[in-house]
């Protein structure tokens, strides 16, 4: 079955703890993304990839580190996650980075003390 | 960047109504999608429609790029239908860009 996967999908941490949120996918796609999701708001594009070892901000970059060493992976790095990042994280796959439809992950809700 | 608006923000209907969502967008896009959220926030795919017009059972979905606006429809609504209603824009140069959603709440 065609899909992407994240883990953990839930997650409670402390300042200042590292964590990572682990993005799949399993449709040999070019283009992965992450997004977070605050109350009231739509997605907001955090970090994207076009392709292995090629990665570019979004708009909201800060606090937030992404890496692409293999195709189908595309982990999200906290180093030193803070309050203000808890929030709904959502990762992304597509074959092209913009003319071909995404197809989302379940979603990670992560809450941060 | 594109700024997306959507309206209305919030929309209230008994079911067996019939409804329009609106998504403009402030530049040219290469692409252009409709999502469902669910109550328990997964991302469903509705439409991948950057022009022309697309139906799936009770909904449809038209868009005028040239125009820099798309609509969703939805008939014959019922209370599953609730949920938050997504539109995102995306260009080839790799950045999306979702707009804030309209709240659907379909009443029994």
């Known amino acids: 079955e065609a899909q992407v996967t994240q883990n953990p999908r839930y997650l409670i941490t402390v300042t200042g703890k590292k964590l990572t949120v682990t993005c799949s996918q399993n449709?040999?796609?070019?283009?992965m993304s992450w997004y977070r999701q605050d109350p009231g708001l739509g997605l907001r594009q955090i970090y994207y990839?076009?392709?292995?070892?090629?990665?570019d901000k979004g708009d909201v970059p800060e606090g937030y580190k992404v890496s692409r060493k293999e195709k189908r992976n595309f982990p999200l790095i906290l180093e030193s996650p803070s309050p203000n990042q808890t929030s709904l994280y959502f990762c992304?796959?597509?074959?092209?980075?913009?003319?071909?439809?995404?197809?989302f992950g379940e979603g990670s809700r992560l809450t941060v003390l | 960047g594109i700024q997306v608006e959507q309206s209305p923000p919030d929309l209230i209907l008994q079911e067996g109504a019939n409804s329009t969502l609106r998504c403009n967008f402030s530049?040219?896009?290469?692409?252009l999608q409709w999502f469902h959220q669910n109550p328990w926030g997964q991302l469903i795919n509705l439409f991948y429609i950057p022009s022309g017009t697309k139906q799936n059972g009770r909904l449809s979905a038209t868009t005028v790029a040239t125009e820099r606006y798309s609509l969703l429809y939805i008939s014959s609504s019922q209370t599953t239908d609730s949920g938050v209603y997504f539109c995102?824009?995306?260009?080839?140069?790799?950045?999306?860009?979702f707009g804030d959603g309209t709240t659907l709440t379909v009443k029994p």
């Open positions: 990839s076009m392709n292995v070892e090629v990665t």
């Open positions: 995102a824009v995306y260009t080839n140069a790799g950045k999306s860009t």
């Open positions: 530049d040219s896009v290469n692409n």
């Open positions: 449709m040999n796609h070019e283009y």
């Open positions: 992304a796959s597509s074959w092209d980075r913009g003319g071909v439809e995404l197809f």
